[in-house]
């Protein structure tokens, strides 16, 4: 699938800083802010999250552990590239069951840039006839995935499988939770702009849960997120896991289904490293 840039704004991202206060400048600064680019963008360096955490003993690694943890930060020109690379790899049925948003979408959203745009962009993932959506969230450095199920699925209570929402982040101490309000506001936003007949009422029952899922040991979150998509694309497990799933049950203790495996996730890592490294050949020459 290839990326939609035409016409896309180019916002400029300092993701060190408080949430509420980065959007709040960036309202400010709109001189800087927005700069419209043909498909393709600059690279992005993003500042990390894990930059700001309180120092203790951990600040005093060795230098080869550091360049590792390096290894594991992803920016979102790599990201784009590898999700590039793993949709062109899923049969044709995937391809239409299943869309993925541009991984600065929901941050121009949550920060208030062009948001007219986005909302056209996102319309034309069709994702009331998908299966699933994924939808990163890039906010202060650190990586999370929502996840829009079954949003094909016109009725939210009298069927085995329903819209519902998940949020699937590999640190819970950056508190996923605190985006509830505005997941909620842009899915309000993205039924409006299609003109969808659901109510108020009916979005606002669609579930939004915060399953339990494998945590980072570093800074790899960005990681993490591909490994989540990349689950739900190709581990038959979380297939069946998801499949047999009932819109009343409770998502939140998804890990325990049985589907993660360390050794996959590991071996995912190592794939990510390569592939940041092929990149970086490229880039250099």
Partial sequence: MSRRRQGQAQALIDLDSDPEDECENKRSRTSRTTALKTPGRSKHVLPSFYDNLPQNRSARIATSRRDKANQDKLNTDIFELYMEDLWKN??????SAYAYFDSLWFYMYYCGQNIPNVLKWIKAKRIFSRQYV???IVCCGHWSLLVLCHFDEANCSDIKKGPRMIVLDSLKTADPTRFQSAIRKFIVDIYET???EESKQFINKIRLEFPKVPQQNG????????YFIQCFLQNKKLAEVLENKKLEEDFTQLLDDGWFNPEELENFRKDIHSFQANQNIKIAE
């Avoid at 899923?90 to 391809?95: A, P, Y």
């Fill in 90 to 95: 899923i049969d044709e049925d995937k391809k």
């Fill in 134 to 136: 994924f939808v990163p």
């Fill in 219 to 226: 800074e790899e979150c960005g990681i993490y997120v591909l």
């Fill in 194 to 196: 299609e003109e969808r």
